[in-house]
């Protein structure tokens, strides 16, 4: 192993074998596989044996080493939230915010703050699918001058349960059950909702999980909430209570039920993937952090307790005020090494961001650390690349498992004398973190406030928020969850709950789920609502990256199919022609159409949107295709633009949709290239989302 070959392709320890997977190294001078230890190995493809039909030695080092690091490469999984997937990007504030924070951060509108933020599932493991009924965890790590700044939020601005101390018991509830581990990533089984019957301060939340904010689109199409009040501090010490919000330009847009149980299987990695398709592409997720400020003097303004988790401050009482946009931009390199080993911490803030008494928030301050250190393997974590500070690091702390500093000087205590009184504490003026001076004086006790006491009228608010479509789905999922719970009583008890949030909510699903007696409600609705809540208010109208299938067969018209992709993408959504088979399709005119896609490997549920040009062959073959039939079936029934031109609106009978509703359904009559007028309705349909307005359950796909 004397000669470094960096020159040449040939040499002495170059085998015929190393040369010919030269074609496929992108430097094959420099990438010899070696062991930890830095040696060349000459085989990894045989172990070392006595004899080629004889045991394998222990002396093969080679082996030992690969097999043992292969044996430890799993950590824990984290116990909520495995599922992730991350992203790099950048902050940026639009104005300081010095009038209320001293946060470096937030007082710069040129400085671009490095992120790294991880989307999650809470429930499902690692491996489960990305399209679940479940809460979305938005965490964000501002790796911010002053030290990071971690704000680890979730898509619901509302939590389960008001004391942390709660949180392994609800935890145990939604899991799959122990002694089957059953069912995987799903809140439909008997000790959730067990759980929920017997804690109402989960009614709130359970209002939103089982809204389509449960199911997003996309990560790219999802609010984020801090959940918690947290507290800006300003220069001279004064505290403003605050509550983050993440707002998605692209606006918040959700699956739909049936589709999102369908993506899980065609495509467990659906938003996972979206995220990461979407920064190679160059088009990158935006989100709009505001804030809901409330003087200290406004503590006790409201009708519920600000450092209640179960309560939103409602847009309308309190407006989120934009203050800064982030950009996602940059995928990681592994997952691994980022996405899994990314420790975020509520309790890493910078100077100007400061906690409150909130006891969730209380003892999550707890939890994070500690989890890290079983997860990550000690106390060294942060020096991982993903969680290290952008700040300089000093301090008296030492060794432990995987340290990687090399610590210089005999002093690892404070004061000290002998290593020039290094490092040195920070008053407020040099950036130290002085904490928040509030005031605390109480007794020792174990109870709730009781200004925690209402768990009904803001799951109430919730409700009569939502559009008559957003109720309606509400109503379903109720039906779906509790149809899956065993125990008659359970399900009695959740609707005894409901009739307190709202009695038509309840006789709703009740009726779905064989509960004939509603228990009389022992509150009477308020009647008030908060507009902001509706997802119908928080479109954006927009087509970027919306995916719109174009399903051909042989005899398709190819200018129809090519003004189609070209219009498209020129919009900004992403079309992909489909066919029975990929490869190509030939045109009316014997042309070439190229194919994107073999329908068998894809699904309705995996697009926005569907079109069928013109073609009379090519609509022929589609409508005796069972698959192509459902696709644009299935389409319909999921509220999806559809597109027909010419011959192609003939799919329509053969998918029986022709007496239905024609919302979102965009015809061209006319022969031939799509035309501009169905060209700007169909973006119009497409920029809509979904059409609520359809029959739905008549569609049978
Ligand atoms: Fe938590 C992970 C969000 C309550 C204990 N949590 C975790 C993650 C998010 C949240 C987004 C994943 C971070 C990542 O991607 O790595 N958690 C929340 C929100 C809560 C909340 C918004 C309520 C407002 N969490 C909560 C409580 C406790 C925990 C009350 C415990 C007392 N959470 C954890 C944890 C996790 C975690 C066990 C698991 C893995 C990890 O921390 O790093 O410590």
Sequence with gaps: MATDNRAGDGGPDRTAKDRQLDAYRVDPRDTYLTTDQGLRVSDTDNSLAAGARGPTLMEDFHFREKITSFDHERIPERVVHARGAGAYGYFQVYEPLTEFTRADFLRDPAARTPVFVRFSTVAGSRGSADTVRDVRGFATKFYTGEGNFDLVGNNMPVFFIQDAIKFPDFVHAVKPEPHNEIPQAASAHNTLWDFVSLQPETMHMMMWLMSDRALPRSYRMMQGFGVHTFRFVDQNGRGTFVKFHWKPLLGTHSLVWDEAQKIAGKDPDFNRRDLWDSIEAGVFPEYELGVQLVPEDREFAFDFDLLDATKIIPEELVPVRPIGKMVLDRNPENFFAETEQVAFHIGNVVPGIDFTNDPLLQGRLFSYLDTQLIRLGGPNFAQIPVNRPVARVHNNQRDGYNQRRVHQGTTSYAPNSLGAGCPMVADASHGGYVHYQERVDGAKIRRRSESF?????????????????????????????????????????????????????????????????????????????????????????????????????????????????????????????????????????????????????????????????????????????????????????????????????????????????????????????????????????????????????????
């Design 453 to 701: 006491g209402d768990h009904y009228s803001q799951a109430e608010l919730f409700w009569n928020s939502m559009s008559d479509w957003e109720k309606e789905h509400i109503v379903a999922a109720y039906r779906f969850e509790l149809g899956k719970v065993e125990h008659r009583h359970i399900r009695v008890r959740v609707v005894a709950h409901l009739a307190e949030v709202h009695p038509d909510l309840a006789a709703r699903v009740a009726e779905g789920i064989g509960v004939e007696e509603v228990e009389k409600p022992s509150r009477s609705p308020h009647g008030d609502s908060s507009p902001a809540l509706s997802q119908a208010n928080a479109r954006r109208d927009s087509v970027a990256t919306r995916k719109v299938a174009i399903l051909v067969a042989d005899g398709v018209d190819a200018a129809c199919v090519a003004s189609l992709r070209e219009t498209l993408a020129g919009v900004g959504a992403i079309p992909e022609v489909l066919a029975a088979w990929d490869g190509k399709v030939e045109g009316a005119g014997g042309e070439t159409v190229p194919v994107d896609r073999a329908m068998s490997t894809m699904a309705s549920v995996l697009y926005d949107a569907v079109v069928v040009p013109d073609g009379a062959a090519s609509t022929r073959s589609l409508a005796g295709d069972g698959l192509a039939v459902h696709f644009v079936a299935e389409a319909y029934k999921h509220g999806k633009a559809i597109g027909l031109l010419g011959s192609g609106a003939d799919l329509l009978r053969a998918s029986r949709l022709e007496a239905m509703d024609g919302a979102g359904v965009v015809l061209q009559e006319g022969r031939g290239a799509a035309d501009q007028a169905f060209l700007d309705a169909f973006v119009t349909a497409l920029a809509q989302h979904r059409v609520w307005s359809r029959p739905t359950d008549r569609v049978p796909a």
